[in-house]
Every structure is written in structure tokens, then in C-alpha cells.
């Protein structure tokens, strides 16, 4: 009797290994990628020689080194004088995954899933070429978009990086401008509005989602009233009160709504608090939702809650 014949399981075919790139979302060379070898490593820096070239100051000679091994990709700070920076945080070595951003003079890095087989070589000419076209157009060092880099992420890289100038956000209809000083924000103003407290500037211009960031040199002055919360605990409160306005979903107007009292006024103005009645006044005398936020002397999320429960108690109608 022959022996059964042994059925061989055919290999599943080999998948080839994911391939990444670093793409610069602002800077210098904004709009430019590079590749990462599926195994090896590339070093970042000023100088010439290096696979990755950045000619900026902050960016030492030999700056970061970026080496990718069994499908890991992992980040090593050089002992450069500025150092390097991976989602907020200065790292000596750090791995990376893909949408990691990582902060390297003034230039932010993402990275990203690629099927793109671009050579060193040609990647290296292409940020030559990406930079020389910055310098033409005269385009400042460090723009970028606030859809790509999000507000919060930003101010988290220019605190860890400790750097100092104004943060100028554009949308279609408003300028914010956030002041930094080596880190630290002291100042926040939206269409050079300064009867509106910093605070509330600050917490108004992070809920913008759409619209463009443009680093601008520090300016010599003094404010009246600079914010003397630290950078992260601004950005923690604005977060909860970001969530806390968003749940309130369609029933607080757009900022641009026009508002009155209720013709005719039928609940009783003694079922109100003090604190109501101040907004329901601010809402009779100036006739805009913005303006009652603005005038409020309490937090945008603590208006909006009262403007709300005004509207659906009927003291206000939205015109």
C-alpha cells in the first residue's frame, strides 16, 4: 500500500511592505515630500552632504536621523541645538507612525502612506527646487494650512519649541492673531478687536477648523491685560469648552445671527436669574449674537448656555 500523498498549502503571496514619506506641511518646504527606504535610515540636517538637506538656521548640521527597520520607523535627535520634536514633544529617539508630525527648524513633517517609487536623489532636487520657489514668491517661512495642522497640535510644537512671534490665522471672514512668547501665549485678539477679552479671542479662534496659519516675526509691545494662563491650560479649557458649545449643537445661532426680544414678551421677567437678565439686556441693546458674547462678561460657553435656555424659554427670537 502506497503512502497518502502529502498536500503542500501553497504560501499566501507576499504583500510588499507599506511605503512612507515625510511630507512637509509648512515651512520652508512646504509642499514637498520625501521618501523613506523600506529598510535603512536618512539623515536630516544643514549640511550638504546629508540625504535630507534643510538650509535653515535653526537646523543644525547634522540635526535627526530617521531609520526604518522590519517595518518600523523610528526617529533619533542628533544632539542638535534646537532639537527635534514629535507630536508636541522634544524626543531624544521616538518610533513613528503614520500622521505623526514631527517639528525640525521651522518646518512640520508628516508622515504619511505613499505608493510614490521617487529616488533619493530626485526627492533631494525636489526641495531644492520647493525652497527656491518659496523664496521667489516671497512666502513667509512657516504657513500652512489649519485643516492640516490643527490649531491646538500647532501651539503644542511652538510651546515644546519655545518659540516666540504672532500666530496670524486667516479664514474667509476673520484674522486672529495669537502672540507667543518663547512659547507662552500672552496675547489673542480676532479682527484687532481689543475690547474683547485675549481669553475669549483665544478660545474663539481655536474653533476654527478651516483656513490658513502664517507665522509672523514677534512684535515689541506691551498689553493691558496679557493672559497669564500657561499654554497648556488654555489648551485643556479650550478643548472643554469647545466640547461643551458643540453639544449644544443647532440650538446656538451662528455668530453672524441677528436677535431680539420676543414681541410680545409673555414669560415673566422674575422667573429670571441676574445672570440671565444681563444677557437678556445685552441681547435687547445690541441686537447680535456676536456682540452679546463679546459684551458678556462671563465665558463664551457660559453665554451661549443662557442664550440658549433664553431662545427656548421664548425671552429671545432669532431674527
Known amino acids: 500500500m502506497e503512502p497518502p500523498i502529502s498536500k503542500m498549502t501553497p504560501k499566501p503571496p507576499s504583500r510588499p511592505e507599506r511605503s512612507y514619506a515625510l511630507r512637509f506641511i509648512s515651512g520652508k518646504y512646504q509642499g514637498g515630500e520625501f521618501p523613506l527606504p523600506e529598510t535603512g535610515e536618512i539623515v536630516i540636517g544643514r549640511s550638504s552632504e546629508l540625504d535630507m538637506v534643510l538650509v535653515e538656521d535653526m537646523v543644525s548640521r547634522r540635526h535627526a536621523k530617521i531609520t526604518v527597520t522590519n517595518g518600523q520607523i523610528f526617529i533619533q535627535d542628533l544632539g542638535s541645538t534646537n532639537g527635534s520634536f514629535v507630536n508636541g514633544e522634544k524626543i531624544k529617539r521616538s518610533r513613528l507612525t503614520e500622521g505623526d508630525r514631527i517639528l525640525i527648524g521651522t518646518s512640520i513633517i508628516k508622515v504619511i502612506a505613499t505608493e510614490s517609487a521617487q529616488s533619493l536623489d530626485a526627492a533631494k532636487a525636489h526641495l531644492e527646487d520647493v525652497a527656491a520657489g518659496k523664496r521667489t514668491s516671497q512666502v513667509r517661512t512657516m504657513t500652512g494650512s489649519i485643516a492640516e ?9 511652538f510651546s515644546a519649541s519655545k518659540k516666540s512671534g ?5 479664514t474667509d471672514q476673520d484674522t486672529g492673531k495669537i502672540f ?4 507662552r501665549v500672552v496675547f489673542a485678539t480676532i479682527n ?12 474663539r479662534i481655536l474653533t476654527w477648523a478651516e483656513g490658513t496659519f502664517d507665522m509672523a516675526p ?17 489648551l485643556m479649557e479650550a478643548m472643554r ?3 461643551e458649545v458643540r453639544r ?13 426680544l420676543a414681541v410680545p414678551l409673555i414669560p415673566p421677567l422674575r422667573d429670571l436669574s441676574p445672570d440671565e437678565l444681563d444677557v437678556l439686556q445685552l441681547a435687547h441693546n445690541y441686537g447680535h449674537v456676536e456682540t452679546v458674547l463679546n459684551k458678556s462678561l462671563a465665558s463664551d ?15 429671545v427670537s432669532i431674527d
Open 218 to 234: 514677534p512684535e515689541d509691545r506691551e498689553f493691558l491685560e496679557p493672559i497669564e494662563m500657561s499654554t497648556e491650560a488654555l
Open 248 to 260: 449644544l449643537g443647532p440650538d446656538m445661532p451662528p455668530l453672524s445671527s441677528a436677535c431680539s
Open 301 to 315: 460657553l457660559e453665554t451661549s448656555n443662557i442664550f440658549v435656555k433664553l431662545i427656548k424659554a421664548g425671552y
Open 192 to 203: 484687532d478687536n481689543f475690547d474683547v477679552s485675549p481669553v475669549k479671542s483665544f478660545y
Open 166 to 170: 504672532v500666530l496670524v490665522v486667516r
Open 180 to 183: 507667543l512668547d518663547k512659547g
Open 149 to 157: 495642522v490643527p490649531l491646538p497640535d500647532l501651539l503644542q510644537l
Open 241 to 243: 469648552q469647545l466640547d
